[in-house]
C-alpha cells in the first residue's frame, strides 16, 4: 500500500484571536502551515492534499516544498478530512494508508512520521501518535450547558470527583494513519447520525477498531492560543530541522 497526507487547514483560529487564520501566521520565519508541509515532505509519502477554506486568500503564498494538492474544507474539521478524501479517491486504492495532520502542529518530527509508518505498516487497523499524561488527571462535575462565560470555572473553580489513573491515559496527536477505505466509511457514518468527533481515531473507535498509539513528543502541539506561538518557536529552534 501507498502512503497519502491530508492536512485539515481549512480553520479559522477563532482562539488565537488574529484576523489571519492561525496556520498562516509567521513562525521561526515562515509561515505555520509551510513549516508543517516541509515535515510531511518524506520520500515514502506519495502526495499530499491540503484542506483549505473556501474565503483563503493566503494559500497562493506559500512556498511550498513539492507539488500538493488544494481542496476545500468544510464546516467542521472532520467534513474538511473528508473532502480530503475524496479527492485522494481517483489515484489512490482502498487499502492505503492516509495520514491524517494537522496544518497548526508545525512542531512534528518527521523521524516520528517515519516511526508510525513504519510501526503500523503491517498493521490491520492502524493508530496515530501520541504522548502519556503526565499530571495527576482530575474527573470534575458536569459542565453545565452553554453558553456560558468562558471560561467559567475560572470565576468559583469547580468540584473534583475522582482522580483518573493517568497510567491509562495519553494525548492523542496527530499525524493519525489509517487505511483510506476504512477511514472514509468510519467519517461518514459519525456525520450520517449526526454526530461529530475531534479526531479520526475517536470515528474508527466508533466502529469498533482499536487505534493502536506510537509515543511521539510532547513538542508536537497544536498551536492554539496566541502563548503557543512562543512555545513553538522554541521548540522549531531546538530541533534544527
Ligand atoms: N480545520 C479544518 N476545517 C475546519 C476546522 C479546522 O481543516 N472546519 C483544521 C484547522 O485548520 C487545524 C486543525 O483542523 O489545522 C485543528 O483544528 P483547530 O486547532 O481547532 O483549528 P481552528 O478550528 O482553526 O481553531 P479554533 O478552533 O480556535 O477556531
Ligand atoms: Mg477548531
Redesign the pocket.
Known amino acids: 500500500p501507498h502512503y497519502w497526507a491530508i492536512v485539515?487547514?481549512?480553520?479559522?483560529?477563532?482562539?488565537?484571536g488574529h484576523t489571519r487564520?492561525?496556520?498562516y501566521l509567521p513562525l521561526h520565519g515562515k509561515p505555520i502551515l509551510q513549516h508543517t508541509l516541509e515535515r510531511l515532505n518524506l520520500p515514502r509519502i506519495k502526495g499530499i492534499v491540503v484542506?483549505i477554506a473556501a474565503n483563503d486568500s493566503d494559500w497562493q503564498t506559500l512556498t511550498l516544498p513539492r507539488t500538493v494538492m488544494s481542496v476545500v474544507?468544510?464546516?467542521?474539521?472532520c467534513?474538511?478530512v473528508l473532502n480530503g478524501l475524496q479527492a485522494l479517491q481517483p489515484q489512490a486504492q482502498p487499502n492505503d494508508w492516509v495520514l491524517v495532520h494537522?496544518?497548526?502542529r508545525p512542531c512534528v518530527r518527521p523521524a516520528d512520521i517515519d516511526k508510525l509508518m513504519t510501526q503500523l505498516a503491517d498493521h490491520p487497523v492502524g493508530g496515530l501518535l501520541a504522548v502519556p499524561v503526565r499530571d495527576t488527571m482530575k474527573r470534575v462535575s458536569a459542565l453545565p450547558p452553554q453558553p456560558l462565560p468562558h471560561p467559567f470555572w475560572g470565576e468559583r473553580g469547580v468540584e473534583v470527583i475522582e482522580t483518573v489513573n493517568r497510567e491509562n491515559l495519553w494525548h492523542a496527536l496527530t499525524p493519525q494513519m489509517f487505511r483510506l477505505e476504512a477511514l472514509t466509511l468510519a467519517l461518514q457514518h459519525v456525520l450520517n447520525q449526526q454526530e461529530t468527533v475531534t479526531d479520526e481515531a475517536q470515528a474508527m473507535e466508533r466502529q469498533g477498531y482499536r487505534p493502536v498509539l506510537i509515543e511521539g513528543h510532547a513538542d508536537n502541539i497544536?498551536v492554539?492560543l496566541p502563548q503557543d506561538l512562543n512555545l513553538a518557536e522554541l521548540y522549531l529552534q531546538q530541533q534544527d530541522f
Request: glycine share 16%.
Open positions: 485539515p487547514a481549512a480553520g479559522q483560529g477563532s482562539r488565537m487564520p492561525k496556520q484542506c474544507g468544510g464546516v467542521e474539521r467534513h474538511s494537522d496544518a497548526a497544536k492554539t
